[in-house]
């Protein structure tokens, strides 16, 4: 027995062709807006990789590519019996524990003083230390590299000559003052959790006798803990993979380069591009387990409240 269809109904079976062409259409949009990106992605990251893991089992020599040929693990067991691999690889880990702590810190006060209300002219403040940041780290190097010459550099001849201190080098300040000065992004993140941190919680803390020290450790950084982590494995890959440039025209220094440094070292110098691909991947893959030793440590400290919520229903 067939009833009749209602208006109700037919409006229903009209509307709904024209949702899913709909859809379809942002979707076309959608990734028409992001193909550049993962043309990008694809070209210039995800081929390269690849590239570099096909290498990194060759003995591919720049100056000879016709003699390349497949040698298996040779390339991971020399990085084994190399002592500059090592001293480089530590020295990327000690870059990483020294500098990434300042740069944590430094974002966290500049965050917690930045939401209070009492400070006037926030906007502007917010770009100015933020719009360092965005300055290539190329232009930084060569700044630093001005400031602290032996000759000219007045940060030696106007600070540590008079005061017959030891003359800086620019390896020994570069990576700090890197940190420091695109510490835009982590201060900008934490800035944001902060200020969206309930101001309910903090006056019923000041109701109890809570101090500023008291509400920061008690409340604040429990609070934002989230964005702690996700700024904390941020500034770790950038300690890892951005701290000395490539320095092709500098010398090798095993003491203060880290591993990057190195890889350079082995592709430019050296023109051995099958051993620096190995090399790295081996920092990726320190990098990696680094970060997953990270997650797992996640949940003893980051309070994920969503977690919560889902625990309770």
Known sequence: MNFPRTREAKEINIAKPHHRSLARYEVVVGFLFISPWILGFILLKLIPILAALGFSFTNFYMLEPEKTHFIGLTNYINILHDQRAG???F??????LFVVPIEMIAALLLAAIFSSKALRAKRFMRTLFFLPSIIPSLTIFVILSGLSDP???WLNRLIFDPLKLPAVSLYQIFPTVLALW?????FLILLGAIQGVSGEVYEAARVDGAGPIMRLFAITLPMISPAIF???IINMTNAFGGVVLLDRSLPFNQSLSPMESYINSQMFGRAQLGY???LAW????????IILLFFRSARYWVY???EEQSEEL
């Open 91 to 96: 020295g990327a880990i000690g870059t990483f």
């Open 282 to 289: 081996v920092m990726f893959i320190v990098v990696m387990v």
């Open 276 to 278: 620096a691909s190995a």
């Open 304 to 306: 994920f409240p969503e």
């Open 87 to 89: 001293a480089s690889l």
């Open 182 to 186: 695109s510490i835009g992004p982590s």
């Open 151 to 153: 000759g000219t550099g």
């Open 230 to 232: 996700f700024t904390l």
